[in-house]
């Protein structure tokens, strides 16, 4: 699996953006996907991920009601609406394929199979 985000860009805190990220290769409908975001200096950090139905999704605390993870398995593609952006939201974002994700290890980057490329995601004050 292939998979390439897009969307990102440089916006005022309390805008919004949409993240993309199309698969190719193979269907995405076996795998649960994520979003995970990295800045300078820090880890990679867990973002949202949605499992493989599209029925459960899950959120780190401090995207909880700004964020919405949602997926279109027939498009293969999955998205990240981001309202009400902050500065701390400032990161380059990933977007995450795993096969074996469950929800003990879904924050956890190692879980996830298929990496995409990232899109920088710059929140201005």
């Known amino acids: 699996v292939q998979l390439q985000a897009s969307g990102g860009g440089l916006v005022q805190g309390g805008d919004s953006l949409r993240l993309s990220c199309a698969a190719s290769g193979r269907t995405i409908s076996g795998y649960a996907l994520a979003w995970f975001r990295q800045s300078p200096g820090k880890e990679r950090e867990f973002v949202a991920a949605i499992a493989r139905s599209g029925g459960a999704t899950y959120y780190t605390d401090s995207v909880k009601g700004r964020f919405t993870i949602s997926r279109d398995n027939a498009k293969r593609t999955v998205y990240l609406q981001m309202n009400g952006l902050q500065p701390e939201d400032t990161a380059v974002y990933y977007c995450?394929?795993?096969?074996?994700?469950?929800?003990?290890?879904?924050?956890?980057?190692?879980?996830?199979?298929?990496w995409g490329q990232g899109t920088l995601v710059t929140v201005s004050s």
């Open positions: 995450a394929a795993g096969a074996r994700v469950i929800t003990s290890n879904l924050g956890n980057p190692t879980a996830y199979d298929y």
